[in-house]
């Protein structure tokens, strides 16, 4: 499974971003997808994550800000950033688990998308 993530960019504080990342393959079905987030010189923390039933849950820091969806049909995640701040400055990296199989055998692993940079200023 690839993950391809797009639509970091640089925004003034208070503006919107909205990122995407479709996963892409054979033979796997996705359980659920995230969007984690790091920071320079800081540990990659959890922003959002949504399961293939449309659960939510959010990092206390962007609740209310920022909205997760997917599109189940082109296996893709969605995070609207609204009322951006400086400190929301980060890589921002896409997660998804997913069921797999290649034929012989089935499995359940993580994959992760490349990150995509968030720059809020002025």
């Known amino acids: 499974v690839q993950l391809q993530a797009s639509g970091g960019g640089l925004v003034q504080p208070g503006g919107s971003l909205r990122l995407s990342c479709a996963a892409s393959?054979?033979?796997?079905?996705?359980?659920?997808m995230a969007w984690y987030h790091q920071a320079p010189g800081k540990q990659r923390e959890l922003v959002a994550t949504?399961?293939?039933?449309?659960?939510?849950n959010y990092a206390d820091s962007v609740r209310g800000r920022f909205t997760i969806s997917r599109d189940n049909a082109k296996n893709a995640v969605y995070l609207q950033m609204n009322s951006l701040k400086p400190e929301d400055t980060a890589v921002y990296y896409c997660?998804?688990?997913?069921?797999?199989?290649?034929?012989?055998?089935?499995?359940?692993?993580?994959?992760w998308g490349q990150g995509t940079q968030v720059t809020v200023s002025s």
């Open positions: 997660k998804a688990g997913a069921y797999w199989s290649d034929g012989d055998s089935v499995g359940k692993s993580d994959y």
């Open positions: 949504i399961t293939s039933g449309g659960s939510t």
């Open positions: 393959g054979t033979r796997f079905e996705i359980i659920y």
